[in-house]
């Protein structure tokens, strides 16, 4: 559910892109986005990417989103994958780990780090999760801890 204050912030946020672009005509050099639409970008389908494409587009400029914009594509992905891992696998895997559920968080962390550590100081390739799969593991298992901690994961089975 949206907050008041959620609102106010994708107004805020809003507004700061459509004041980035009304200032900005230059190409976008490289992103993580497929197949940049004349407008230098696609939209992930996203509420924020959504109202901030409707705004670029009014203005026909091809830009380099700021970081605020690329942060939100990522997190949108993040979540979008979060959601569906725990609609895979449910809250209990976290909630019911040996020693609760932060020490099985902070055991997941550690192994993920682990593992990313050895390929990149081997200078390795991975062959069945990319490097950007990682760091999404890590930023939803960060995302996790931080619910368990305000009491908003849910427990039940």
């Not at 192994?111 to 550590?117: E, G, I, Q, S």
Request: aromatic fraction near 6%; glycine fraction near 4%; charged fraction near 25%.
């Amino acid at each position: 559910m949206t907050t008041k204050q959620d609102l106010k912030e994708l107004e805020e946020h809003e507004a700061k892109l459509k004041d980035y672009n009304a200032g900005l005509q230059r190409t976008r050099n490289q992103s993580h986005l497929p197949s940049p639409n004349q407008h230098g970008f696609n939209s992930c389908g996203c509420q924020i990417c959504e109202r901030t494409y409707s705004n670029i587009k009014k203005t026909n400029a091809k830009i380099a989103p700021p970081l605020e914009f690329e942060a939100a594509i990522i997190a949108r992905k993040a979540i979008d994958l979060l959601v569906q891992k725990h609609n895979d696998y449910g809250p209990s895997n976290i909630s019911d780990a040996p020693g609760g559920p932060l020490n099985g968080l902070s055991v997941r962390l550690h192994d993920k780090v682990a593992r990313l550590n050895n390929l990149l100081s081997n200078n390795k390739e991975p062959e069945n999760e990319s490097i950007q799969d990682t760091f999404i593991d890590i930023l939803n298992y960060a995302i996790i801890a931080l619910l368990v901690i305000d009491n908003k994961w849910d427990t039940s089975k």
